[in-house]
């Protein structure tokens, strides 16, 4: 292990040598992920990313990239750009990057089924801001806003997010 690796526990996420709360996906860790089932998927996955709303806050990081207005997600497991990051006008299911709510003012992409996704695996797990405390994620792992922004600073490109197998149920 790397002192650059996250490693989901019971506690929380360890990582930097604290233990930040969160909250996981609303069907648990899983070692066989599904599109919808909710779950936070078993594995090392590298963080390849970091997207922030401008608008909203400070760029985190040199290597931040922002959120504009027409940015989305696919999550269309039919269409050739599922689990990809796309732009507007865009005729496929999707999810709006740029939320009326903070839940996306900044996220942590990892590489979980990316950058050629298998259809049905799962589309995106995020890193982002929680609803509230204790509530479930579909499948990502969520923080509080001040906890978000203390860890983002921290990450690089050689940091991992490490989801034991021994979470899953």
């Not at 899983?30 to 936070?40: C, L, M, P, Q, Y």
């Not at 940015?71 to 497991?77: A, E, P, T, Y």
């Not at 995106?124 to 405390?133: G, K, M, V, W």
Request: with cysteine.
């Amino acid at each position: 292990m790397s002192p650059f690796d996250m490693v989901l526990t019971p506690r929380g996420l360890r990582f930097r040598g604290h233990y930040w709360p969160c909250t996981i996906g609303r069907g648990g860790v899983s070692k066989r992920k599904k599109e919808g089932d909710g779950a936070t998927p078993c594995g090392t996955h590298r963080i390849v990313g970091m997207l922030y709303r401008p608008d909203r806050m400070a760029r985190p990081t040199n290597w931040a990239l922002p959120i504009g207005p027409g940015d989305l997600w696919s999550d269309d497991m039919t269409h050739e750009d599922y689990n990809m990051m796309v732009r507007a006008p865009y005729a496929h299911s999707h999810e709006v990057l740029r939320r009326a709510d903070p839940l996306y003012d900044l996220v942590l992409l990892t590489d979980w089924n990316w950058p050629y996704a298998v259809k049905g695996r799962g589309s995106a797990i995020f890193l982002h801001q929680q609803r509230r405390p204790g509530f479930p994620t579909e499948g990502c792992i969520a923080f509080s806003r001040e906890n978000l922004h203390r860890i983002a600073p921290l990450i690089t490109l050689q940091t991992r997010l490490i989801v034991p197998e021994a979470l899953a149920g």
